[in-house]
């Protein structure tokens, strides 16, 4: 398999990479959104764009499955999640999860990931009532 990486946010960068599995060639693409709703985050939601041809190799197996083993980084329950949204086309439609692999077909991923965001403390004056080991009591 011959991966090529595409990343474009502030800055283009590409990579190459060699691997022993069965899938020909996965493309990618990740941009950042400006029109993101980032919620006290300085992050932006991040547009993924993923594209993997199959081969012959997966006949037979159901797709989510597929999708599951050439991008581990997501969870299957998310990829059929996309796949009922229309983000995970399999040869430019959409499929059911149970749909068996016939062989070369171009999995397309399309989704926008949510921004991470963390929440910090912040140090505000408590009016504490009631503290023990236990238990605290604000007002």
């Known amino acids: 398999m011959v991966l090529l990486n595409h990343f474009c946010t502030d800055h283009q960068m590409t990579s190459a990479q060699s691997s022993n599995s069965n899938i020909s060639e996965t493309d990618f693409l990740l941009e950042d959104s400006v ?26 197996q159901r797709i989510d499955q597929v999708a599951a083993l050439v991008w581990s980084e997501f969870s299957r329950e998310k990829l059929k999640q996309w796949m009922k ?55």
């Open 85 to 139: 949204d229309g983000h995970l086309l399999v040869n430019g439609n959409i499929v059911k999860p149970k749909y068996r692999c016939e062989g070369n077909e171009l999995l397309t991923l399309e989704v926008e990931l949510e921004a991470q965001t963390s929440s910090q403390p912040e140090n505000i004056p408590l009016n504490i009532v009631y503290e023990d080991d236990d238990i605290i009591v604000i007002n």
């Open 35 to 60: 029109d993101a709703d980032n919620h006290n985050s300085d992050s932006t939601a991040t547009r993924l764009s993923l594209q993997i041809q199959l081969d012959e190799n997966y006949l037979g």
